[in-house]
């Protein structure tokens, strides 16, 4: 059975991630597990807190950070909890009958290469618990997910809106003939979808070549499907599209580069995920 996992937080994004993973689930019949990761503790805050204080104080403030610290991971688990059942009811309202919740004290990417096995692909909100108070950033999360991953992700947006048109990011890449490929074998969970394929940048001959095999590949799996290529830079040119309401969904390819060449000229992926107001499906 296809099996989707959904990453959520707490933050308001996490009813984006359920909305969105209900809509899908829908479509692809699919189970959805749904993971809050508490994260673990850095360090010790009582050594921190105690190292030059002397012996018997010392000891007395131990036991009492000790305490605090221990009442504190006590009520960040109730309150995982408490998420995770308000997902769990979220999703079984919009018609999702398999639905199961795992609450973990670990790493998130090492949570999600061990969940990942078995899953089609994952859901994971644009931004985190500070979303409100750090609107230009994405999530300090994400890239650690979908650099670590072998699966589709799904990137959401603050709330779910119909999907209908779907804009492909199209630049010939192994990444993006791998999501044309995801699509066209799995025609029935993206029935009903227009799709648009779009090259930006000065166009080669080899990147027509794939372009238009790739958009008669859809055709020909039933899909309504055109392609456009224009001049321009990719991130503002796809962002503009996105934002005047051309399409409902992006899907590209993600992080191309190592992380050292992003560093050194930027990221299109970084800068999509950020700028769209639409979902953003990647493939590695």
């Given at each position: 059975?296809?099996?989707?996992?959904?990453?959520?937080?707490?933050?308001?994004?996490?009813?984006?991630?359920?909305?969105?993973?209900?809509?899908?689930?829908?479509?692809?019949?699919?189970?959805?597990?749904?993971?809050?990761?508490?994260?673990?503790?850095?360090?010790?805050?009582?050594?921190?807190?105690?190292?030059?204080?002397?012996?018997?104080?010392?000891?007395?403030?131990?036991?009492?950070?000790?305490?605090?610290?221990?009442?504190?991971?006590?009520?960040?688990?109730?309150?995982?909890?408490?998420?995770?059942?308000?997902?769990?009811?979220?999703?079984?309202?919009?018609?999702?009958?398999?639905?199961?919740?795992?609450?973990?004290?670990?790493?998130?990417?090492?949570?999600?290469?061990?969940?990942?096995?078995?899953?089609?692909?994952?859901?994971?909100?644009?931004?985190?618990?500070?979303?409100?108070?750090?609107?230009?950033?994405?999530?300090?999360?994400?890239?650690?997910?979908?650099?670590?991953s072998h699966k589709p992700i799904l990137v959401t947006s603050r709330a779910f809106k119909p999907i209908k048109k779907v804009l492909i990011a199209f630049d010939g890449g192994p990444s993006v003939l791998k999501a044309i490929d995801h699509i066209t074998a799995r025609a029935e969970d993206f029935t009903g979808l227009d799709f648009r394929l779009l090259s930006v940048g000065t166009e080669a001959t080899d990147t027509r070549r794939k372009l238009d095999t790739a958009t008669e590949k859809l055709r020909a799996a039933g899909y309504t499907a055109d392609a456009q290529s224009v001049e321009g830079e990719p991130d503002k040119v796809i962002g503009k599209q996105a934002d005047d309401g051309e399409a409902d969904l992006l899907i590209m390819g993600a992080y191309g580069h190592s992380r050292i060449r992003t560093l050194i000229i930027g990221s299109t992926t970084t800068e999509m995920i950020r700028s769209c107001k639409i979902p953003v499906m990647l493939f590695r």
């Open positions: 059975m296809t099996k989707l996992i959904a990453l959520i937080d707490g933050s308001i994004y996490s009813e984006s991630v359920c909305d969105h993973a209900a809509w899908l689930a829908t479509r692809m019949k699919a189970s959805v597990e749904v993971l809050h990761v508490l994260g673990r503790r850095s360090g010790s805050d009582a050594q921190n807190l105690s190292g030059s204080i002397g012996l018997g104080a010392r000891t007395a403030l131990l036991e009492e950070l000790a305490e605090s610290d221990a009442q504190t991971a006590k009520l960040a688990h109730k309150r995982g909890r408490i998420i995770l059942d308000d997902a769990n009811n979220r999703l079984t309202e919009a018609g999702v009958t398999n639905v199961s919740t795992a609450l973990r004290n670990a790493d998130l990417v090492e949570t999600v290469q061990q969940y990942e096995a078995d899953a089609d692909l994952i859901i994971i909100g644009k931004r985190g618990e500070a979303a409100d108070f750090a609107k230009l950033h994405i999530g300090s999360n994400i890239e650690r997910v979908v650099r670590s």
